[in-house]
């Protein structure tokens, strides 16, 4: 009897788009109504000036002008016939013509973020305002466009990852079933070999709830940090250790210098860095290669200490050197899934203890290097807390 292989969960049977109905529906409704509705011209003769006011005072100023042109030529017309009483109409009409026109322009930038703003109501987050006046109204749409953008990129983020989070867990769920499948219907023997498999599934689960439970305390704002004095070359010694025990064939290569250098820092949040740090540049490295981790102090008093790691892979462009460390950014030589958060998480807690993490150029030899600076004594960051730590 052959032994059975993970299945792919199931979809829900649904095809095609899904049908918008309720209040989005109205909001999308109202917004193409609005979008179409446009009986007057779009006319911006103000856009040049710089203030709200302004432009009011020299609105109100050319309607009584007109107005007053107008008025006065019926008086020198009035012996031709047409006095006040036909002028002064047409004076109010023409006025009040005038001033819709620039009116209009005025607060065409107010309709649009209002149309804008129904279509977000439905869930349309591409819509942006046309703004080229320099005023309040100006910089509010300019606002108002900044943060259509933000909710755009926040929405993409949390459907990237609900994807990817599903991804990560049909995988590890599906082998784990199939295992214990196999175990109960007795097509596998409890051996060894087996309950390392089932293991591993179960540790790939355990990383993924803690990278979601860490992502939720970036979005809080709030965590507390347990900091000791942390001798960094045994700290590193076991990190690499646990790291090759990985399988992968890739050595590690030690070096801290002083022996004794040491860091105020919580070692279970470094410890998140560094093993991150370490798992990605195993997995760029090609076979055979080697993983370079040292640690050193810099600056001219020697307050900072930077612990680099440094690959034998194909390195990252400089394009995307910043957008290696924003959430849910993968990159394009890994296979193996994964949410793109570790290297957002890893940066967030080196933040925390006031300290910075970035890809350093490329060095001659080629790979990827990344560079980890933390002071060795620093005060608490905003939004930190510092525990309570035992003797």
């Known amino acids: 009897m052959s032994s059975r292989t993970p299945e792919p969960l199931q979809g829900t049977g649904l095809t095609g788009p899904i049908p918008i109905t309720g209040a989005a529906h109205d909001a999308r409704a109202g917004a193409a109504r609005t979008a179409t509705r446009r009986p007057w011209p779009d006319v911006r003769p103000l856009d040049p000036v710089h203030s ?8 109100v100023g050319a309607s009584v002008t007109v107005a007053a042109l107008l008025v006065w030529s019926g008086l020198r017309l009035a012996e031709i016939h047409i006095g006040p ?8 009409v023409v006025t009040l013509v005038f001033t819709q026109v620039l009116a209009r322009g005025m607060t065409s930038p107010l309709r649009d973020m209002t149309a804008a703003a129904r279509a977000m109501a439905g869930g349309d987050y591409s819509r942006r305002v046309r703004s080229t006046s320099n005023d309040e109204v100006g910089e509010l749409a300019d ?4 943060m259509a953008e933000d909710l755009e990129a926040v929405d993409r983020e949390r459907r990237e990852l609900v994807a990817n989070v599903s991804h990560e867990l049909r995988t590890p769920v599906s082998a784990l079933h199939a295992v214990m499948e196999n175990l109960v219907d007795g097509v596998s023997e409890p051996d060894h070999e087996t309950l390392n498999t089932a293991l591993a599934q179960t540790e790939r689960l355990g990383r993924l709830v803690e990278q979601l439970l860490d992502l939720s305390r970036l979005d809080a704002g709030a965590v507390s940090l347990d900091r000791e004095d942390l001798a960094l070359e045994p700290f590193l010694g076991q990190a690499t250790r646990a790291m090759s025990m990985t399988g992968r064939d ?5 070096d801290v210098e002083p022996r ?3 860091v105020y820092v919580d070692s279970a949040r470094l410890h998140q860095v560094v093993a991150n740090l370490l798992d ?8 055979g290669g080697k993983v370079f981790v040292s640690a050193h102090p810099v600056g001219d008093a020697g307050q900072v200490v930077r612990i680099s790691v440094q690959d ?31 290297l957002a998480i890893a ?10 993490i970035r890809v350093a150029p490329t060095p001659e030899e080629g790979g990827c290097r990344i560079d980890v600076n933390l002071p060795r004594v620093t005060d608490a960051s905003p939004g930190v807390t510092e525990a309570a730590t035992s003797g």
């Open 347 to 356: 940066r967030w807690a080196v933040q925390l203890h006031g300290g910075t």
């Open 143 to 146: 606002a108002f466009n900044r």
């Open 250 to 254: 890739v050595q590690f290569v030690l």
């Open 280 to 287: 990605n540049a195993s997995r760029h490295s090609p076979p």
């Open 260 to 262: 004794g250098l040491d």
């Open 52 to 59: 709200i006011k302004t432009k009011l005072a020299v609105l």
């Open 312 to 342: 034998q892979g194909p390195g990252i462009p400089d394009a995307d050197r910043e957008r290696v460390f924003e959430r849910f950014q993968r990159g394009s030589a890994r296979t193996d899934g994964g949410t793109g958060l570790g």
């Open 85 to 92: 009483r036909y002028t002064l109409p047409i004076a109010i």
